[in-house]
């Protein structure tokens, strides 16, 4: 069941509102007995979760205990209520976001949740996913991971060097020892055979250092790959390949800052599947993987040194375009979506055809914002509007939006 409409409102047990609702039902519009059912249903199930003994108070009838159990069960009622509402699913993150909302514990994402039912009227799991992405990359941003990574990349390098001066002092130190034991005068056989038999110790020696050495090397350079690798993990969207938000975030603020020196446009195009949740709940996450590895590689061939491609969470894929206006991207993003509806896509397990695929699109030219972050904002809202009024389409965001 799915709300739209702003604001959206919480009937709590008692009457109060937290929020307000308006659903959009089959038929008259009325919510029917067998919504009303499953609400409570999820309600209760996960008031049982946490329900000490069942929900039984102990003997004797313990009001500070009894007290305390019913303010969690209320909870966990709104917390229920909200998922309901919202058309979340019954995910731990989904859960965790409901009751840092609910009970304001973290502000940051009350606030976030508060702005986005005033803006969108609704929560969806693709945008609380990016959220809390958010929020645990909050202390970790792309200019940090850079940073940090290239001090260990500089220290790395060093301890090469250092190896390889190490390497080439112990071979001319062995060198040296063994000219001079060669170098002795031939009566002194007594010392001859002392400094013989030291060099020869000294020798090999060095000999062991310098194979220690070599597999020191071979270790450093090990760890460079695996900090290239990891690199690439931390940018990169383990399904599709593509970059992720925080890789296309740092390119967002380079390209801004240089097409505003350049005085080249620049657009960015947010793209989210249309009816996803349905793939998934019909055919399987493994099917909707493949769904969103086909949309990937579709945008992916449209993509050049001037157009970059990420994937920015859930089902939603968002586009850099360098020297191209609103108008033009328009254009391709929207040759794009004409191929992906014409699709007939079939499940590989069971051979039954998937419902048409399509994607909305939300479209913004970033340099008429003062912060790149606000044309993502305004893309966004664009994207809102495709969706409100029918999807499968492309619209371009106006100060009318």
Known sequence: MRYEGVPIRIMEKAGKMVGTVRPRCAGNGRRTERD??????????????????????????????ARLSEQRRHLYDEIGAFLFAHDLELTPL????????????????????????????????????ALVAEQQDAGLTADTLDSMIERVEANLIEVASVIDRS????????????????ALPGDSADGFARLLSLTEAMIRETRDVEQELRRQQRQVRMLERNLAAAR?????DHLTGLPNRRAFEARLAEEAAAAARDGEPLTVAFCDVDHFKEVNDQHGHETGDRV???IAELLSEISDERCHVARHGGEEFVML?????????HDVVDDTRIALA???LVNKMTRKPLPKVTFSAGIADVLVHDDPRGALKAADQALY??????RNQVRIATEGD
């Open 36 to 65: 009303m059912d499953e609400q409570e249903s999820i309600t209760k199930r996960i008031a049982r979760w946490v329900r000490p003994g069942n929900g039984a108070v102990p003997p004797g009838g313990d009001r500070p205990f």
């Open 94 to 129: 989904n859960f965790s976001l409901a009751s840092d909302y609910l009970t304001g514990n973290n502000h940051h994402i009350a606030n976030a949740i508060a702005a986005r039912i005033r803006s969108h009227g609704t929560v969806t799991d693709s945008w609380a996913e």
């Open 167 to 182: 390497q080439s002092s112990t071979r001319d130190y062995g060198k040296a020892l063994q000219g001079a034991a060669e």
């Open 232 to 236: 690439h993990a931390a940018e990169h």
């Open 292 to 294: 969103l590895k086909l």
């Open 321 to 329: 375009f360098r020297g191209r206006d609103a108008q033009a991207v």
């Open 342 to 344: 014409q699709r007939n």
């Open 385 to 390: 509007l495709a969706k409100k009024f029918g």
